[in-house]
């Protein structure tokens, strides 16, 4: 397993500060135990949802003075996905390449494998908006809990999906977002092994490798993470604020770079 990054500062640039980082990262710590911990844990969370959607209001605004040629790459994925996304449009000096942010909250492998899901309806919403991109950022995220296991056929049938629906563009996978502690912090990953069948990390970074292998994406996109605690919200799988921009971080280095 990687070595962690080191967290972001509180002394980021403006980009972070717009975001809503100081207010989140001090809330992200918090020091009551017992019931009223619980109590304060669950206002947190209604604390991060309303200081999230303040952020996508001030992103839209943001990017919609974005100058010509931005908003190339697209994505697909799921809620980490969507939070990684909005990190990197609250990283300082991003070059706006990515398209804003849509829902793909719950958008694991099985859901882009069929070709009739409404996450399919959402992407070709956000192509009329756009236009068509590329690049698209694939982010593999398995449903690895209540035996539910993703499998590579369905990973390629995913692939498959995107390449009808954005026939010239240049996929670029990554897996899931790496966690720390990894099985133990985020139960969505499974409980298997760190490096056995059925951990949704393992999982999807060998599929990524996979795709590349097989010729069927061009470029293999970044590794992201990893959460730990204290990037994360209380369930141990959704980065915080301070999560979000980690992950947007980490992807910019490679979505900026892309001509």
């Known amino acids: 397993m990687r070595a962690p990054e080191t967290p972001p500062s509180l002394s980021q640039g403006r980009g972070s500060r717009s975001c809503g980082l100081t207010r989140e990262l001090v809330a992200a710590r ?5 019931k009223n911990r619980i109590n304060n844990a669950m206002a947190q969370d209604d604390s991060e949802e309303l200081a999230r959607r303040a952020m996508r209001a001030r992103l839209r605004h943001r990017q919609r003075k974005a100058q010509p040629l931005t ?3 697209a994505y697909i994925g799921c809620s980490n996905s969507q939070d990684a996304v909005d990190g990197y449009h609250c990283s300082p000096g991003n070059r706006n390449y990515l398209w804003p942010s849509y829902d ?3 958008g694991s492998i099985d859901k882009w494998a069929d ?8 992407y070709s919403a956000m192509l009329r908006k756009y236009g068509q991109p590329k690049y698209v950022w694939v982010q593999l995220c398995e449903r690895a809990y209540e035996g539910a296991f993703n499998t590579y056929d369905q990973v390629k049938m995913m692939i498959a999906n995107l390449k009808h629906k954005s026939s010239n563009a240049i996929a670029v996978v990554s897996g899931i977002n790496d966690y720390s502690p990894n099985p133990g912090l985020c139960d969505l990953m499974g409980t298997a092994s760190a490096s056995s069948a059925g951990n949704g990390v393992y999982d999807t970074e060998l599929w990524a490798d ?3 292998a097989d010729k069927l994406v061009r470029i293999r996109g970044p590794y992201l ?3 730990t605690a204290r990037l994360t919200l209380k ?7 301070a999560g979000r921009l980690l992950l947007g ?5 490679v979505i900026d770079v892309l001509r």
């Open 30 to 34: 918090p020091e009551m135990t017992g």
């Open 71 to 73: 908003h190339k790459v």
């Open 104 to 106: 793909t909250q719950g």
């Open 115 to 122: 070709a009739s899901s409404v996450y399919w309806t959402r």
């Open 210 to 212: 996979q795709l590349v």
């Open 225 to 227: 993470g990893p959460l």
């Open 235 to 241: 369930d141990g799988c959704h980065p915080n604020s």
């Open 249 to 253: 971080k980490q992807l910019r280095k």
